[in-house]
């Protein structure tokens, strides 16, 4: 046994003895779950960088340049299995496909684990399994392996899709929170929160009208687009779950600068914000499926901007803040977000605390 | 998008704050009475727009925030019951019932993990549903909140009634804002010297309830609504009638509130329910300030289908929740703030409620105060 890493569990048994839907939302709790237990069960320094995918150099290639090969995983358990704009099977294709291109990799190849609840549909694992073939050749990837587990009904949600991936990186940028530096600007590809709202419009029990489609999309040309454009890319990030405020939070507090961002320069669709309104969301904290943030060095700015706007997943970006000399006070020391509001003034943009909606990837 | 950014302008809310800024000429302290105002304040940063001799104190519309702790203990019973599901809006699930010691659940998430059936909905019609398709189950709504939830709420047994459904109850623990307003005012520590009435509350029941109220204690009310610059419109008339030396109810959130309110709404919570007393958490009980089922529909009230213990729930001696709540005290003021209480581990209500003013203030104002560290640990850093 591990000498550093003690037998009692490192989550207080008394505020948290059951694992709570927020564990798995993307916000605080599930950060405090994977530091506390999975980081300090299972850390190395590869894991360590808590970035989208682990990049793996093969230092024991002797000869030649050295190989680098990214590698992630995610789960998929989205309910309900089909809505506007996707279902759990492209989601699960992109979201992989996406975690890989966000170290700047070509994603290459997928294995994807099947996990059915016994009387789901045949026809429906069937369109399942077409969607995933199609999305896989837009992302330009294979599915080369896989594993099919049935369990009793009642003990699953219809299917639950695990995939991994590997991919190579070509390029020589170091592209990490780490790497984030004062002057950056900091790059939004879209507009956000279609994807939580998507899911939501679907959802039974919700009755909200709206032809909001997800923005579930394979990421992975827009980087290459900037890659090829040369443009200095210093740290890139997909909005999931907790959306573009926990993902700019979470780059801010790995990289300890301060990012300030624009409220009026974050292009937000008028349904979606008429959600929003209406449910008492946040857009800023609404699930993504096909947006990414980056931040590049300033003087290559305006050029990735045209770059992302040339592209199609990138027809609607823009350049929403800038990252922020280390402040002298020790208050932002620490890494920290904060927004200028339409009317003026300046607030806080805080990691989500529980989430808004669950399991909506 | 209409209606929203018309009152979002920011050269619209300069030019009202100058009008402010040469309108006052002593300091004043007002109260924005609803948890919508507090977070739409805190989150667009209005109160940087006023000038520095008017003060916005935080007030009890927070209908997460001031149900009792005993309620919540009750949902938490109930929801134990086997072939039960109890429904609840989402803010609800996770305010603390009592001070955890890890023996006993102490929230309702913490019973949903632990296999009760607890359901968030959006609209209590959406419980009738439910029931309708459990027909072996019963289904309980927690009914909290103000005027403004009041008459969907009573909707919902109408038609249960009307359904008969006879697994339908409901666990109420309703409250009124005029009563609330009339304790703050009678409090020896009060400092309140005018109020921005909670605009939606107004648009069910008007304004003419607060009539009295201006008249008896000499305070101006302003009908406010929610965006920025309705609450600094709100601000201005306010702070117009006091340097004036007049008391009167105004209205500033015309586009929704109707003088009467509306009166089909009132009907369905005067046909419903009947005013009681309440107890408010952190404050006390407030005569006649709560609503309950009438004995016409005792078959659906909760209390009486479940039978349930009455409970006696201590709250943290660390929160300050009670003075918040009041406008005696701000957030930060209180010690425990963004270190022992914060939203994963709150110690009060008002720290978890998307309307609780603490909730606001942790969110929005920690620039140099608190900061989370990267383990979601909280630590002073200055």
């Known amino acids: 046994m591990n000498t550093d890493f003690s037998s009692s569990c490192p989550i207080s048994l008394t505020e948290y003895p059951y694992v709570l839907l927020a564990h798995g939302g993307g916000g605080k709790l599930m950060h405090q779950l994977i530091e506390k237990m999975f980081m300090a069960a299972l850390h190395n320094p590869i894991l360590e960088t808590r970035h989208d995918s682990a990049v793996i150099v093969f230092a024991h290639f002797t000869s030649g340049e050295r190989p680098r090969l990214a590698f992630t995983t995610d789960s998929y358990v989205v309910h309900p299995l089909f809505f506007p704009g996707g279902n759990i099977g492209t989601l699960a294709i992109n979201g992989t496909v996406n975690d890989l291109a966000m170290s700047g990799a070509q994603p290459l190849y997928l294995s994807a684990g099947f996990i059915l609840e016994e009387g789901l549909e045949m026809n429906v694992l069937w369109r399942i399994a077409q969607a995933m073939q199609q999305a896989a050749k837009e992302a330009g990837v294979q599915i080369v392996t896989g594993d099919t587990k049935v369990v009793d009904r009642g003990k699953g949600d219809g299917v639950f899709i695990n995939t991994s991936g590997i991919g190579i990186i070509e390029h020589s940028l170091s592209i990490t929170p780490q790497n984030v530096r004062p002057g950056d600007a900091v790059l939004l590809s879209g507009d956000i929160g279609r994807h939580g709202i998507a899911i939501m419009a679907a959802r039974e029990g919700l009755e909200f009208e709206t032809t909001i489609e997800s923005d579930c999309a394979p990421l992975v040309g827009l980087v290459q687009a900037l890659i090829t454009g040369g443009v200095e890319i210093h740290c890139l990030r997909d909005l999931t779950r907790g959306g573009l405020g926990s993902a700019l939070v979470e780059i801010a507090e790995a990289s300890g600068r301060t990012i300030e961002i624009e409220e009026a320069s974050i292009p937000v669709d008028e349904q979606v914000r008429g959600a929003c309104e209406i449910l008492g969301f946040d857009p800023l904290y609404v699930a993504n499926e096909g947006r990414l943030v980056t931040f590049v060095a300033p003087q290559d700015a305006e050029r990735a901007l045209k770059v992302m706007r040339q592209h199609t997943l990138g027809a609607s970006a823009n350049i929403i803040g800038e990252v922020k000399s280390a402040s002298a006070s020790p208050s932002t020391a620490l890494g920290l977000v904060t927004m200028k509001s339409r009317i003026g003034a300046t607030r806080v943009i805080d990691m989500l605390s529980g989430e808004q909606l669950p399991r909506i990837c | ?382």
């Open chain 2, 1 to 382: 998008m209409k209606f929203l950014d018309e009152y979002r302008d920011g050269e619209a809310v300069q030019a009202m704050a100058r009008s402010l800024r040469r309108l006052t000429t002593r300091p004043w302290t007002l109260m924005e009475v609803c948890g919508g105002q507090t977070h739409s304040i805190i989150k667009f940063g209005i109160d940087e727009f006023l000038p520095s001799n008017v003060t916005l104190v935080h007030g009890p519309g927070c209908p997460v925030c001031v149900t009792p702790a005993e309620m919540i203990q009750k949902a938490i019973e109930i929801a134990g019951r086997p072939n039960t599901i109890l429904c609840s809006f989402g803010d609800m699930l996770r305010v603390p019932a009592q001070v955890g010691d890890g023996t006993k659940p102490a929230n309702l998430l913490s019973v949903k993990a632990q296999g009760a059936d607890i359901r968030m909905v959006y609209s209590p019609l959406d419980c009738l549903k439910i029931a309708q398709q459990n027909p072996n189950k019963s289904v309980v709504f927690f009914a909290v909140g103000f005027e403004t939830t009041a008459p969907a709420n009573a909707m919902a047994v109408l038609q249960a009634h009307e359904q008969g459904l006879n697994n339908f109850s409901m666990l109420v623990s309703h409250v009124l804002v005029p009563p609330a307003m009339e304790a703050i005012l009678s409090s020896p520590g009060n400092r309140v010297q005018g109020f921005l009435a909670a605009g939606h509350v107004c648009t069910v029941m008007g304004i003419h309830e607060y009539e009295p109220l201006a008249r008896k204690y000499h305070v101006p009310i302003v009908v406010t609504g929610f965006e920025p610059l309705d609450i600094l419109q709100g601000v201005l008339l306010c702070v117009k009638q006091l340097e004036e030396g007049r008391a009167q109810v105004e209205n500033q959130y015309t586009r929704a509130v109707r003088p009467a309110g509306n009166e089909p709404a009132q009907e369905i919570i005067q046909e419903v329910f009947e005013v009681v007393p309440r107890a408010w958490r952190g404050i006390g009980e407030i005569a006649r300030s709560g609503l309950r089922l009438r004995q016409k529909y005792a078959a659906y009230d909760a209390e009486k289908v479940f039978g349930v213990t009455e409970w006696t729930v201590a709250d943290s001696l660390d929160c300050i929740a009670g003075l918040v709540l009041q406008g005696v005290k701000k957030p930060h003021e209180c010690l425990v703030f963004g270190t022992r209480c914060t939203p994963e581990r709150p110690l009060g209500a008002p720290m978890v409620s998307s309307e609780g003013a603490c909730a606001a203030y942790f969110r929005y104002r920690r620039m140099a105060s608190n900061r989370p560290s990267s383990d979601g640990s909280e630590q002073r850093s200055t």
